[in-house]
């Protein structure tokens, strides 16, 4: 049974670099896409990006120029960075696993709570 | 930028039909998925591309997707089924798209 295991910094100061990590266990890391998600409090659900295993990626283009998305095949893990951190940056991160041939996430992360605040 | 519609609740007696839409400039010619959030926990997939349910989804759950609206269908509902609700498509033009979420609140 695949799980999602995320963790990184839960508290950072306005223009600093958030920077999460999500390792994938229980199962198959080649094959896939995996994706950061994100959710303000009290707010809906935003998709910030993907990467494949072979490392390719697509971001959402309002997050584009602030976001990198890594991938290590030799740990199964994704890293999320996102730079210049504001308050708005304050959300619920998930990592998720993307359905081949499909755009829907069947697989979640817990979600790691950040907040950004001078 | 495409955007789906949902609205912000909808209300459902115990054991009746509840049916949550997710409106978008003709989503009936897209991929729909539906995502259950219940408080202080990750999305779940209930519903994806348009109709299909994932392993252990009950089969009170289904989809429809047809024009400019697609339809989440919970029959029987249970107090259990209390939760946010939320629709997401894939376009080319900003990828990844959710709805604004609904709240399902079982009477």
């Known amino acids: 049974q695949v799980q999602l295991q995320q963790w990184g910094a839960g508290l950072l100061k306005p223009s600093e670099t958030l920077s999460l990590t999500c390792a994938v266990y229980?199962?198959?890391?080649?094959?896939?896409?995996w994706s950061w998600i994100r959710q303000p409090p009290g707010k809906g659900l935003e998709w910030i990006g993907e990467?494949?295993?072979?490392?390719?990626?697509n971001y959402n283009p309002s997050l584009k120029s602030r976001v990198t998305i890594s991938v290590d095949t030799s740990k199964n893990q994704i890293s999320l960075k996102l730079s210049s951190v504001t308050a708005a940056d304050t959300a619920v991160y998930y990592c998720?696993?993307?359905?081949?041939?499909?755009?829907?996430?069947?697989?979640w992360g817990q979600g790691t709570m950040v907040t950004v605040s001078s | 930028s495409y955007e789906l519609t949902q609205p912000l609740s909808v209300s459902v007696a115990l054991g009746q039909t509840a049916r949550i839409t997710c409106g978008g400039n003709?989503?009936?010619?897209?991929?729909v998925h539906w995502y259950q959030q219940k408080p202080g926990q990750a999305p779940v997939l209930v519903i994806y591309?348009?109709?299909n349910r994932p392993s252990g989804i009950p089969e009170r759950f289904s989809g429809s997707n047809s024009g400019n609206t697609a339809t989440l269908t919970i029959s029987r509902a249970q107090a259990g089924d209390e939760a946010d609700y939320y629709c997401?498509?894939?376009?080319?033009?900003?990828?990844?798209?959710f709805g604004g979420g609904t709240k399902l609140t079982v009477l």
């Open positions: 998720a696993r993307t359905i081949p041939g499909s755009d829907a996430f069947d697989i």
């Open positions: 229980g199962g198959s890391f080649s094959g896939y896409y």
């Open positions: 990467i494949s295993h072979s490392g390719r990626t």
């Open positions: 003709n989503i009936g010619s897209k991929n």
């Open positions: 591309r348009d109709t």
């Open positions: 997401q498509v894939w376009d080319s033009s900003t990828e990844v798209v």
